[in-house]
T-cell receptor, first 113, second 109 residues
Framework: NAGVTQTPKFRVLKTGQSMTLLCAQD?????MYWYRQDPGMGLRLIHY???????AKGEVPDGYNVSRLKKQNFLLGLESAAPSQTSVYFC????????????FGPGTRLTVL | GQNIDQPTEMTATEGAIVQINCTYQ??????LFWYQQHAGEAPTFLSY????GLEEKGRFSSFLSRSKGYSYLLLKELQMKDSASYLC??????????FGDGTTLTVKP
């Protein structure tokens, strides 16, 4: 099992550019999440999904969109990147059968110039 | 609403015991997670408490008091590799978790 994987690992964007971050999990988990983590801070939930075809807003959803067309994939989109979106993005997945323990991907380090 | 508080930094000596506290105010509270995060890496699961009391897992133990909205992580026989950030997170019935800002633990020789 690869667990949770994220693509890409690093990216540099210019203000106004768009991009999509891909998260994939092979554990058949129902729930998937996108977080951002800024220096010295904890994880802040951007969007999450409780199942294929469903998404919901988290704590800091503005400027981001998501899609969960397949159970194993959760995509995070930035339509018009801003410097304030410079951060490390973590994807995670969980399942109620495991007490909702979250398994995290390795992270994507995004810099917006 | 959700609110998680934990100390920002702690320092301890190799071989010692350290306790990291966490208080929470969470609507629809289900349980309390502790995760470990080494610098530049992803968080990894340490423990999950649903019921009141202490759960021991090797050198690490976690305690929960639901009535007080309080948890702690106890690390015994500290090793240099335990230097990391420790994240407290409260989970709700909706499957979501709210994370604290983390406690950076530095273990010194």
């Amino acid at each position: 099992n690869a667990g949770v994987t994220q693509t890409p690992k690093f990216r540099v964007l210019k203000t106004g550019q768009s991009m999509t971050l891909l998260c994939a999990q092979d554990m058949n988990h129902e729930y998937m999440y996108w977080y951002r983590q800024d220096p010295g801070m904890g994880l802040r939930l951007i969007h999450y999904s409780v199942g294929e075809g469903t998404t919901a807003k988290g704590e800091v959803p503005d400027g981001y969109n998501v899609s969960r067309l397949k159970k194993q994939n959760f995509l995070l989109g930035l339509e018009s990147a801003a410097p304030s979106q410079t951060s490390v993005y973590f994807c995670a997945s969980s399942d109620s059968s495991e007490g909702d323990t979250q398994y995290f991907g390795p992270g994507t380090r995004l810099t917006v110039l | 609403g959700q609110n998680i508080d934990q100390p920002t930094e702690m320092t301890a000596t190799e071989g010692a015991i350290v306790q990291i506290n966490c208080t929470y105010q969470t609507s629809g509270f289900n349980g309390l997670f502790w995760y470990q995060q080494h610098a530049g890496e992803a968080p990894t699961f340490l423990s999950y408490n649903v019921l009141d009391g202490l759960e021991e897992k090797g050198r690490f133990s976690s305690f929960l008091s639901r009535s007080k909205g309080y948890s702690y992580l106890l690390l015994k026989e500290l090793q240099m590799k335990d230097s990391a950030s420790y994240l407290c997170a409260s989970s709700t019935n909706a499957g979501k978790s709210t994370f604290g800002d983390g406690t950076t633990l530095t273990v010194k020789p």
